[in-house]
């Protein structure tokens, strides 16, 4: 059982460069949120999906497209990166049918460099 | 729009004392629940407690209890008998119980120091 796993771990881009962030989970959770982080920031929200086909925006969804084609995975787009993207960007899942009630299960983050 | 705000950006504490972290929190929604997560220097995220809204008594769990203050909207974390190993960032956040996304709205966190 891996939890929430994330491809790439790091990245560096160069400015107007696309790429995929990657998110599998494996524990059949509904629910899949993608995450940035910034230093002095804490965690805000980009894009989050309640299910298989669906998707919605977060608090900070400019620049970003995102895709849940499976249920399993939850993918986040970067189409024309810029400076302002360098980031820390946490994948996380959950389901309220399981454990804590509403507990969000973090993956390990990918550190994305944009130039 | 909820809304936390966490006011110490950093705090020390000796090895085997308590310490609280503050947290205050803002939301419209009757029904909501906290959560206190720990990050250490590695940058996983590491769930420590839950508070819900209607819940009769503090959370606990382990060296971690949760002082919740409803009418103060407050709901901070005490760590007992404090370890080298707590030194970390810890974030508390927000959930919507009453919609249907179970969105986590985030505080900017409060890096602990624990000092031998």
């Known amino acids: 059982n891996a939890g929430v796993t994330q491809t790439p771990k790091f990245r560096v881009l160069k400015t107007g460069q696309s790429m995929t962030l990657l998110c599998a989970q494996d524990m059949n959770h509904e629910y899949m949120y993608w995450y940035r982080q910034d230093p002095g920031m804490g965690l805000r929200l980009i894009h989050y999906?309640?299910?298989?086909?669906?998707?919605a925006k977060g608090e900070v969804p400019d620049g970003y497209n995102v895709s849940r084609l499976k249920k399993q995975n939850f993918l986040l787009g970067l189409e024309s990166a810029a400076p302002s993207q360098t980031s820390v960007y946490f994948c996380?899942?959950?389901?309220?049918?399981?454990?804590?009630?509403?507990?969000?299960?973090f993956g390990p983050g990918t550190r994305l460099t944009v130039t | 729009a909820q809304k936390i705000t966490q006011t110490q950006p950093g705090m020390f504490v000796q090895e085997k004392e308590a310490v609280t972290l503050d947290c205050t929190y803002d939301t419209s929604d009757p029904s909501y629940g906290l959560f206190w997560y720990k990050q250490p220097s590695s940058g996983e995220m590491i769930f420590l407690i839950y508070?819900?809204?209607?819940?009769?008594q503090n959370a606990t769990e382990g060296r971690y209890s949760l002082n919740f203050q409803k009418a103060r909207k407050s709901a901070n974390l005490v760590i007992s008998a404090s370890q080298l190993g707590d030194s970390a960032m810890y974030f508390c956040a927000i959930e919507n119980s009453g919609g249907s996304n179970y969105k986590l709205t985030f505080g900017k966190g409060t890096l602990l120091t624990v000092n031998p």
């Open positions: 508070q819900g809204s209607y819940d009769q």
């Open positions: 999906s309640v299910g298989e086909g669906t998707t």
């Open positions: 996380a899942s959950s389901s309220p049918l399981s454990g804590h009630p509403y507990e969000q299960y």
